[in-house]
């Protein structure tokens, strides 16, 4: 079956720096649209940054643009989200999801800014 574990999460400072992994199994990930959502206590979950099967294109919500880097390892499964310049704002639940004609989301990982 379709399994997404995410890890990296943890508490860090104004304007430190965090990697997010999103291990992938049970379909074939080199052939799927991969994304990264957040969803911040209150709010809607919203889509951060997503990257193409192999990679070549990829996009971010305008308040991540410069700060987030999506990229994905397809030999391993793996896809990534480098965090830089963290902001208190960035504080959420940390979602991976696999697109497509069925989407699948893994458990999360709680990504805490603050000093």
């Known amino acids: 079956q379709v399994q997404l574990v995410e890890s990296g999460g943890g508490l860090v400072q104004p304007g430190g720096s965090l990697r997010l992994s999103c291990a992938a199994s049970g379909f074939t990930f080199s052939s799927s649209l991969m994304s990264w959502h957040r969803q911040a206590s209150g709010k809607e979950r919203e889509l951060v940054a997503s990257?193409?099967?192999?990679?070549?294109?990829?996009s971010y919500a305008n308040s991540v643009k410069g700060r987030f880097t999506i990229s994905r390892d397809n030999a391993k499964n793996m896809v990534y989200l480098q965090m830089n310049s963290l902001k208190p704002e960035d504080t959420a639940i940390y979602y991976c999801?696999?697109?497509?004609?069925?989407?699948?989301w893994g458990q999360g990982t709680q990504v805490t800014v603050s000093s």
């Open positions: 990257i193409s099967s192999v990679g070549g294109s990829t």
């Open positions: 999801k696999k697109n497509g004609l069925r989407s699948y």
